[in-house]
């Protein structure tokens, strides 16, 4: 055979490369992230099981001490998980907005940080990462499509803990109209819209913390260690945040407005305190989404 007539060896094995600019070949990278790779770990379920068990526990708690009898009347009179567990007796979807104050402070933030925390060292650690480097995806497509499907897992988590709460909170309290914070009373199904928004607000509330923990993950290939230096963060951080004497330094730390979530049962919602919080997320994510970025682009990826 003559050498015009040769076959020649294509480039790449991989789609074209026009396909790497393709938006659905970004699109598949996320489906394949989302759905194969973080929805059907058995730790994810593992995490979202527990999470659902909290309201359960909660809610029979309450039940128990109580007798199933109804609590005092009114509004609650805070923003805390104890104000709004006068109010579970009295109408079941109180215990939504419990079971959200209860777990917010470690316990939810603690299960993204495993996720966040295990996203690309938790990859390295198994000898996957060079694997899907290997496809067209390109660096900062994989760590985007990383970095949302732990923003998923947040949004995810939060709604599975949302409708345990709102299932047992049904199952053993009466509903009806919500006495918000301020005092007055909207309709119950007012309230589950409520309800709804305030689990969006607590999901977006954990962005920050999703982008540090990502950051985390591009700083070592062990996915152990990303996962309890993200977790050993958090409570540092929660500490700090406690500390009166450190009170000039709390409105920039990561979870100083979370609880905020509860000026969404206000009438009419405050939104100042809230919006304090999307600003400061939307720092964190900024500040650690492209010290990520800096880090995996430049990182020798040996596993």
Not at 114 to 125: H, L, R
Not at 162 to 175: E, T, W, Y
């Amino acid at each position: 055979m003559s050498q015009a007539e040769a076959p020649t060896a294509p480039e790449s094995t991989g789609p074209h490369p026009r396909n790497r600019r393709n938006p659905l070949w970004t699109l598949g990278i996320l489906r394949s992230e989302i759905l194969t790779t973080m929805l059907r770990r058995h730790r994810t379920y593992a995490l979202l099981a527990v999470l659902a068990a909290v309201p359960v526990l909660i809610g029979i708690a309450v039940r128990i001490e109580t007798g199933g009898g109804g609590g005092s009347g009114g509004g609650p009179d805070g923003a805390g998980g104890p104000a709004f567990l006068t109010q579970v007796t009295n109408n079941g979807l109180f215990l939504v907005f419990a079971a959200l104050a209860a777990t917010l402070p470690v316990f939810l933030p603690m299960a993204v940080g495993v996720v966040a925390g295990d996203a690309i060292a938790g990859e390295a650690s198994a000898g996957t990462l060079r694997y899907l480097l290997v496809a067209p995806a390109g660096r900062t497509r994989l760590l985007l499509a990383k970095y949302v499907s732990v923003l998923t897992f947040c949004l995810v988590a939060t709604f599975v803990l949302a409708a345990s709460a709102l299932a047992v909170g049904a199952l053993l309290f009466p509903v009806g109209e919500v006495t918000t914070i301020s005092g007055t009373r909207i309709s119950f199904g007012e309230g589950l819209v409520r309800a709804g928004l305030t689990a969006a607000v607590v999901a977006a509330s954990l962005a920050g913390f999703a982008a540090l923990g990502l950051f985390v993950s591009t700083l070592t290939n062990s996915g152990i260690a990303a996962m309890a230096a993200t977790v050993g963060l958090l409570i540092t951080v929660q500490i700090l945040d406690s500390i009166p004497q450190l009170s000039a330094v709390h409105p920039y730390l990561f979870p100083h407005y979370w609880m905020s979530f509860a000026d969404v049962l206000r009438e009419p919602v405050h939104w100042e305190e809230l919006s304090r919080n999307f600003q400061l997320q939307g720092l964190y994510v900024a500040v650690f989404g492209s010290a990520a970025w800096a880090r995996f682009t430049a990182k020798d990826i040996t596993a």
